[in-house]
């Protein structure tokens, strides 16, 4: 089944914009956040997800959230909004 997925290296390049990315918002980011945003940066690719808050100041706009629109994932409680 992992086959179906492209497993994407944290490897040198994402190193050094995390750092970068570290220490332009020293200790306000999850250290996950930041691995997320940097690896999406290093290797041009888009994150998607729903909780815009921890990335709006990490990563451009178009390549970082999906609208509040976007249907929702088989099984997920969808809350009233």
Do not use: W
């Amino acid at each position: 089944m992992l086959s179906r997925f492209h497993v994407v290296v944290f490897d040198e390049s994402c190193a050094e914009v995390m750092e970068r990315l570290r220490r332009k918002h020293k200790r306000r980011k999850r250290y996950a956040d930041l691995m997320i945003a940097a690896t999406a940066e290093a290797g041009r690719h888009i994150v998607v997800t729903r909780n815009q808050t921890d990335f709006v100041d990490l990563l451009p706009m178009e390549t970082r959230c999906l609208p509040k629109t976007m249907p929702h994932a088989v099984g997920e409680k969808v809350r009233n909004e």
